[in-house]
């Protein structure tokens, strides 16, 4: 029998045809800036929600952003892509994480963050940036579905009360029977993301990560250690990430170059 949880999510509508384009569009190998712009701007509420997302402090551009066309040339396709993707997504829900001790804004913060941080960690790897920055994106949006689902049960003032930041996870599992990982392979899956997707979720805290994951896999893991919905790069998780960094034999040299981005911008309105 399915759970309720799962019923959510197949009840779920299928995202928007601009969403479906994006997604197409940026699998070939030639795609030009000037496709994507018009993709987009046939979305008149995207196109203001990633100009609004492109000027975010987190990113930390000297001059206003003011059009698509000028968004997609400073950030390019892959990073464009993930914004869209979290924007349509986004307003897709209807965002309360009160259970989780979070707001909106908060929430928004973080995503803009992680994806901040893996853009200047991997900015010469364009390719792995396909997977890795949506997804980065979008990392915590199991919560939202969570936060749905235990408010139905009627648990949410016993969630709340139990929540902390350091094992949110140990607490989705206690309550929802599943953590926000686990429910965010799930939204991959109904969306019908790439497979890749799907998989670096499936496997992202797996004993037994396949080979070809394990370039998306093992970042993620050290992005999820360096920024958590509730801490960014305290001195704890400086170390435990210098830790798996080398254990996965990651560049050191430009995590420590994000590391100082994140660091010196300034967090204080997303």
Known sequence: ??????????????????????????????????????????????????????????????????SVTQAISLFGIVTIKGLAISSVIRSS?????????????????????????????????????????????????GMVIISEYIKKLGKAKEFKALIDEDHFLNREL????????????????HWNFEETMVETMRFLYSNDV?????????????????ITPYKIATQEQIAECIDLIEEYELDIALFNEALVKIQNMDLGNA
């Not at 399915?2 to 190998?29: A, F, G, H, R, V």
């Not at 941080?117 to 940036?129: A, C, G, T, V």
């Open 1 to 66: 029998m399915e759970s309720q949880i799962m019923q959510d999510i197949n009840s779920l509508p299928p995202l928007s045809s601009t969403i479906t384009k994006l997604q197409s569009i940026s699998l070939e190998k030639d795609t030009s800036i000037k496709e994507v712009v018009y993709i987009v701007q046939e979305d008149p509420f995207l196109s203001a929600d990633i100009i609004k997302s492109a000027n975010s402090p987190i990113y930390g551009f000297s001059h206003k952003i003011t």
């Open 210 to 226: 396949p080979d070809s994951l394990k370039q998306y896999v093992y970042p993620l893991r050290v992005l999820n250690t360096i």
């Open 93 to 141: 829900f209807e965002i309360d994480l009160e259970p989780y001790k979070l707001d909106t804004e908060q929430f928004i913060k973080i995503s803009l963050t992680k994806s901040k941080f893996m853009l200047q960690w991997y900015k010469h790897e364009i390719k792995k940036l396909e997977i890795l920055m949506p997804t980065s994106l979008l990392m915590h949006m």
């Open 174 to 189: 206690q309550i929802a029977g599943n953590t926000q990982y686990e429910i965010l392979e799930l939204l991959f899956s």
